[in-house]
């Protein structure tokens, strides 16, 4: 998964929500990742910013300090002339995990073990933050 900006070709990796879980039309929340001054990832909601990271402090995401905790994945940024981009890997080469922003706004972190029966929560889903009701 990569989530940033390719700077010499202008495009913008982000993520965006199905309109519902059975239309894959893009709904009305994204997260993508904001280079303006110290780059950070938002979540939006239309034109609203609704959540941060924080910026890149090493590591990790400033606002997000139980990415130390995180033994099972790698966390890469990567800032250059040409692109930034932030970037996570499995350690466990027999799981696969994805990202994802629903319908509703929440950000969660999936996974399926090679062999299993589907998907599972990795990383418990965020709470909706400084969204309208």
């Given at each position: 998964m990569k989530l940033g900006w390719n700077l010499t070709s202008h495009l913008n990796?982000?993520?965006?929500?199905?309109?519902?879980p059975s239309d894959?039309?893009?709904?009305?929340y994204?997260?993508?990742?904001d280079?303006?001054?110290?780059?950070?990832?938002?979540l939006w909601g239309g034109a609203c910013r609704l959540w941060r990271t924080?910026?890149?402090?090493?590591?990790?995401?400033s606002g997000i300090p139980e990415m130390k905790t995180y033994s099972m994945f790698?966390?890469?940024f990567v800032m250059d002339r040409d692109e930034i981009y932030y970037t996570f890997n499995i350690l466990d080469r027999t799981v696969i995990s994805r990202l994802i922003v629903n319908?509703?706004?929440?950000?969660?972190?999936?996974?399926?073990?090679?062999?299993?029966k589907g998907?599972?929560?990795w990383v418990q889903e965020e709470d909706r933050v400084g969204l309208p009701k």
């Open positions: 990796h982000n993520l965006t929500a199905w309109i519902d894959s039309t893009s709904g009305y994204s997260m993508a990742l280079v303006e001054g110290d780059p950070k990832i938002f924080g910026p890149w402090v090493g590591q990790r995401f790698t966390f890469n319908q509703s706004g929440v950000r969660a972190q999936v996974a399926d073990e090679l062999g299993s998907w599972v929560r």
